[in-house]
């Protein structure tokens, strides 16, 4: 069956840059978007970044934009996501999704990261 497994979280440092990576398995993902997302204690998941699989089309929420970068690795079939310059208001769970390219419903969830950033 189809897995989405998020890895790379924890503590850090403002200002630090960890990577956090989505183990996709199960099925063939080249016609599918992968999508990061998270979730802040009280508030409503909101949209991160999304990758096309196979053309490498990027979108960011402004909120990251020019800090965050997302990319596929076809070698080991992880959608990565580079996370630079860390604020206290990154904290949250981190998920990746995926969805078909023709659908808007992201089909597939992982069971999200952690991330926290102390000041």
């Known amino acids: 069956q189809v897995q989405l497994v998020e890895s790379g979280g924890g503590l850090v440092q403002a200002g630090d840059s960890p990577r956090l990576s989505c183990a996709a398995s199960?099925?063939?993902?080249?016609?599918?978007?992968i999508g990061w997302f998270r979730q802040a204690p009280g508030k409503e998941r909101e949209f991160v970044a999304t990758?096309?699989?196979?053309?490498?089309?990027?979108w960011y929420a402004d909120s990251v934009k020019g800090r965050f970068t997302i990319s596929v690795d076809n070698a080991k079939n992880t959608v990565d996501l580079q996370m630079n310059s860390l604020k206290p208001e990154d904290t949250a769970v981190y998920y990746c999704a995926a969805r078909p390219y023709y659908s808007s419903e992201y089909k597939y969830w992982g069971q999200g990261t952690q991330v926290t950033v102390s000041s």
């Open positions: 990758i096309s699989w196979s053309a490498g089309d990027a």
């Open positions: 199960g099925r063939t993902f080249s016609s599918y978007v």
